[in-house]
Nanobody, 120 residues
Framework: VQLQASGGGLVQAGDSLRLSCAAS????????LGWFRQAPGKEREFVAK????????SYEDSVKGRFTISRDNGKNTVYLHMNSLTPEDTAVYYC??????????????WGQGTLVTVSS
């Protein structure tokens, strides 16, 4: 199983980024997908998740209205569209896959992470 995250980088406050995570090695369309992040010195936290048929989406409060998660089951890829970025969004972003509700406890697979740095 592989989850390959990409799209991170250094941006300025107010900018946008799109993260991608390409998956292989498991039945992608059967699992929930999500994004977590870990800032320096902090625990990994939930950001966004989407269930297998896209009927349920959930976001961490601080990203609601700014971030959008989506998935393309034909391409085995999950995306995180991030708008209006702030320095508080600086973190390593990890994609994750597993059964709903895709908490850290039930996540089956993790990607390697992609660094997002937002300068003020």
């Amino acid at each position: 199983v592989q989850l390959q995250a990409s799209g991170g980088g250094l941006v300025q406050a107010g900018d946008s980024l799109r993260l991608s995570c390409a998956a292989s090695g498991f039945r992608f369309s059967s699992y929930a997908l999500g994004w977590f992040r870990q800032a320096p010195g902090k625990e990994r936290e939930f950001v966004a998740k989407i269930n297998w048929r896209e009927s349920q989406l959930s976001y961490e409060d601080s990203v609601k209205g700014r971030f959008t998660i989506s998935r393309d089951n034909g391409k085995n890829t999950v995306y995180l569209h991030m708008n209006s970025l702030t320095p508080e969004d600086t973190a390593v972003y990890y994609c994750a896959a597993g059964p709903w509700p895709l908490t850290k406890l039930v996540t089956k697979w993790w990607g390697q992470g992609t660094l997002v740095t937002v300068s003020s």
